[in-house]
Each structure stands twice: as structure tokens, then as C-alpha cells.
């Protein structure tokens, strides 16, 4: 039976209610970073029912499944995220999580579903080829990415090429988002120890006072990505704690700050770390204290190939989705981009529709939109099979 989805796009009705109930499966059982036994459990056993052989505690709890059809010799690689977040879901659907305090906020609820549905599209017999479907652990800030890959991702199951997706709320159901070079951004912890000398609030002159320097360093550091970079570049420079005194009458030994810092560009990257240090340092001088600053490198900008963008592009829009090429990058960051630096791929935007209603990404609102499972199925396996050249 089919039924016409959200773009329009004739879809298989069967297979539209297999995948919703997968991904409600998945949403009611939510597993934090680095504990999604249960969920790679549950990816083992429908894969299992496919007939597909896989692989799984790759990297912590990854599962890698292959697909080889026909005689050729080339072979790509299909990518979804299993994690979910520590936040206290409020959306009141039938299938919220029934684990306080855990909830599928960013929809790789909806990513798992998708690529297993991927899977079972990827059963006819019209493409040549190896497709390896990767299920990671891990995307928020475990490190999965990186973990799958030292335990011989690439070289155990071997891909030329790598192609993933996240659903994006505020972009049409079903709509595909395609970029040229930066998609996300590369990110970075930033975390600044200014020390002082400790003293009574009353004898300043005998203290040197940590507080007065952060606050000059917080207001500083707002010029590294006004003063610093490229105004048409894109940065940004975020302090988002401040640890400091324990007495309305001491001024305290020390401060620590923490934040974070967000390039499109490897340069852009280098040259605010600079500008964090040269601060820091002057600031320093100026004040009298040892400020120490850490700068702890998380995610790489994750960058599509012109010839990969080409690909996804011609995927989608032959699989009878809208394609939109003119969106701009977000600063958010993405663990596939770890993937990324190992081969050439794209990741690409799905619409989740309209983000009204907390409907945005780790809004404790957030649901995934069910009428886009067939969809971003349907895209993932013509992303393969075009990457294939079938
Ligand atoms: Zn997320
Ligand atoms: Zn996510």
C-alpha cells in the first residue's frame, strides 16, 4: 500500500508504520551516551530479522551491519546515532520515555529508525555493491565517533565514502538541506583559572584580586570574534560559568571560568585561540595575576565534498524529495565529522517541520516527526546507491 508523505512523495504505508513503531520503541527506552545497550540490542534484533549479518560493541556499544549485492567491489557507509540526552522529556506523547530523566531530545531516536529502514529498502536487487550501516554510541559528547574508528572501523569494515543526516526542526518535513564545505561547526572547551592573592575585602592593596581581572577578561574576550575575525567568517567566543569567592568580605585566591568556542574554519580556529591566549596573557600583565588558560579541541568542522554535496543533492532530489542548497551552516557541533576526516562523505539536514512549541533540538518538548521516517529512509538509501554508482 502507499500513501502520499509529507513532500508529496509516494511512500510504502507498510513500511511508514514498521519504522513509527521502531522509532516510538527507541523514544520510550532512551539510553544515555555510552549506556545504549539496550538500544543496540534492539538494532541487533531487527537487523537479525532482516537476514543481515552485523557486527556489534564497536567502539562501546556500535553495531556495524553489511549489505553486499551484486559483483562489484566498491562500498559506502551509512551512518545513524543511538544516544539520547539527561533531560526530563514534557512532551506528553503516548510514547514518551519511560525513563526519568532520559529522553530522545535530538531524534536519534528518529536516526536509528531511519537507517533500519534504509536497510530494508536496500533489500531489491536494482544496485552493485557494499553498503556498511554504522550505528553509533556515543554522538553527545561521548566520543563514539572516535571510538568506532580506533576500533578499526574503516579498516574492519571497509568504505570509500560516508554519507549521514540529523532532522532539523524549522526546516520543511522531508525537505533535504544540502551544503557545500561547512555544515557544522568545529568545537572547543575553553576553561581560564585566573589566580590572585587572597585578602580581606576592606585591605584591597593588600590583595591582588581575581575577580576585577575576569571581569575585564569576560568583557576582552567579546573582541576576539568582533576585533578578530573576518565579520563575513563565522566564530563564536562563549563564557558560560564563573566560579569565584566563598565571602561577601574576602576577595578571593581565584576564579575559574568555563565556555566554549564554536569555527567554520581550521584558521578561524587557530587564530581565536590565539586571540584567548594574548587576552588571557595581557590581562595578566595588566592585573597582576597567573592566568592559566586550557583549550580542549572537541569536534572538527564537519565539511561536505563538492562531489559528495553533488551526490546527496542528485539522491534526494531523485528519490522525489525537495532539496534546499541555500542554507548557511550552524554552529552547533557533530561527532560525525570524525567520520568526515577519515573519508569523504556528506551529512546532510532532514526537516523535523516546524520547531514552534519547543519543538527544537534538546528541548525537553522536542519530538521527532514520525511522517519523515520513510522519508530520510528512503534518502539514506539512495545516497548509498548513487554513491555506489547504481
Ligand atoms: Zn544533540
Ligand atoms: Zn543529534
Redesign the pocket.
Known amino acids: 500500500m502507499t500513501g502520499m508523505g509529507v513532500t508529496g512523495m509516494a511512500v510504502d504505508k507498510d513500511l511508514a508504520e514498521t519504522l513509527t513503531g521502531w522509532r516510538r520503541h527507541l523514544h520510550a527506552h532512551p539510553e544515555v551516551s555510552c549506556q545504549e545497550r539496550e538500544t543496540a540490542a534492539f538494532v541487533c534484533a531487527r537487523l537479525t530479522e532482516l537476514g543481515l549479518p552485523f557486527v556489534s560493541d564497536i567502539g562501546g556499544h556500535g553495531v556495524v551491519a553489511t549489505i553486499r549485492r551484486g559483483a562489484s567491489n566498491r562500498s559506502v557507509g551509512l551512518r545513524a546515532d543511538m544516544d539520547a540526552l539527561p533531560i526530563l522529556e514534557t512532551t506528553g506523547a503516548v510514547h514518551a520515555s519511560t525513563r526519568h530523566g532520559v529522553m530522545h531530545a535530538?531524534g536519534h531516536d528518529g536516526h536509528t529508525a531511519s537507517l533500519l529502514g534504509a536497510a530494508v529498502l536496500m533489500r531489491d536487487t536494482s544496485w552493485s555493491g557494499t553498503v556498511q550501516l554504522v550505528f553509533q554510541p556515543a554522538e553527545?559528547g561521548g566520543g563514539g565517533a572516535k571510538a568506532m574508528i580506533a576500533d578499526g572501523l574503516f579498516e574492519r569494515f571497509p568504505m570509500e565514502r560516508i554519507y549521514g543526516y540529523h532532522n532539523w526542526p524549522g526546516l520543511d518535513a522531508g525537505t533535504v538541506a544540502v551544503h557545500v564545505g561547512p555544515v557544522m561547526a568545529a568545537g572547543a572547551r575553553i576553561a581560564i583559572h585566573v589566580r590572585g592573592h587572597a585578602g580581606h575585602a576592606a585591605l584591597p592593596h593588600l590583595s591582588r584580586d581575581p575577580m576585577l581581572a575576569s571581569a575585564h577578561l569576560l568583557v576582552a574576550l567579546q573582541s576576539i570574534v568582533s576585533r578578530n575575525v573576518d565579520p563575513l567568517d563565522c566564530a563564536v567566543v562563549s563564557i558560560c560559568t564563573m566560579e569565584a569567592g566563598t565571602a561577601p568580605n574576602q576577595i578571593p585566591q581565584d576564579t575559574v571560568m568555563r565556555g566554549t568556542m564554536r569555527t567554520l574554519r581550521t584558521a578561524t580556529r587557530d587564530a581565536v585561540e590565539d586571540g584567548i591566549r594574548r587576552v588571557a596573557a595581557g590581562i595578566a600583565q595588566t592585573f597582576g595575576m597567573q592566568i592559566e588558560v586550557d583549550i580542549i579541541h572537541g569536534m572538527s568542522v564537519t565539511a561536505n565534498t563538492p562531489e559528495d554535496a553533488e551526490i546527496a543533492s542528485a539522491a534526494a532530489a531523485g528519490a522525489g524529495l525537495t532539496v534546499r542548497r541555500d542554507l548557511p551552516p550552524a554552529m552547533t557541533g557533530e561527532d560525525f565529522s570524525w567520520f568526515l576526516q577519515q573519508r569523504p562523505g556528506a551529512f546532510v539536514w532532514i526537516g523535523n517541520g516546524p520547531a514552534d512549541g519547543g519543538r527544537e533540538?534538546?528541548n525537553p518538548n522536542y519530538d521527532f516527526t514520525d511522517a519523515i521516517l520513510p522519508l530520510a529512509a528512503t534518502y539514506m538509501a539512495s545516497v548509498a546507491k548513487r554513491a555506489l554508482g547504481s
Open positions: 535530538c553527545e533540538l534538546h
